[in-house]
């Protein structure tokens, strides 16, 4: 069946601009998961959504950052007045019970 | 905090080489140890997820163990390929989420 899926896979911002980014989770997992990986680290959490509810968002750096999932299934990571420090591979991830399925993430360069 | 590591940070064998790499996590609040290997511009793929202390896992030529009372997981891969080379990342699961490793790179020369 078909897995996680992000778009856009790639995606350059000038500093400043807001960028969307998109996840359609596996059909009927019930939790999302999104992660910020930077280069040389591994991926760390930022916010996690169990349906359409938003239960932790503890990981999101700063108020620059919101996320949502309105009907329960695809989820939107929203980022406004992008800086450099936001560049990084972000990963989206669904789950039925509790293991994750990743998505190939969108890499985000601004410039 | 949550710590995890893992080490080395990069290996590079030669084809045929075995190799092994450790992820080290906290001994407390243990639910479950997940292994991840990504290959560039894919999907971070699953390859085991380990629960009981002594836990061995095998799937072809990669095997894991697990230590849960010191806080350890062992990766080996026996008979490196070079269609093995990736970033394997280990996630320690404390039953609300995950936290990652930063990965050990393996590059498999042929």
Known sequence: GAGVSQSPRYKVAKRGQDVALRCDPIS????????????GQGPEFLTYFQNEAQLDKSGLPSDRFFAERPEGSVSTLKIQRTQQEDSAVYLCASSLVNEQYFGPGTRLTVT | ILNVEQSPQSLHVQEGDSTNFTCSFP???????????????????????????????????????????????????KGSQPEDSATYLCA?????NFVFGPGTRLSVLP
């Open chain 1, 28 to 39: 009927g997992h019930v939790s999302l998961f999104w992660y910020q990986q930077a280069l």
């Open chain 2, 27 to 77: 001994s407390s609040n243990f639910y479950a140890l997940h292994w991840y290997r990504w290959e560039t511009a894919k999907s971070p793929e699953a390859l085991f997820v380990m629960t009981l202390n002594g836990d061995e896992k095998k799937k072809g030529r990669i095997s894991a163990t697990l230590n849960t009372k010191e806080g350890y997981s062992y990766l080996y891969i």
């Open chain 2, 92 to 96: 320690f699961d404390y039953g609300q």
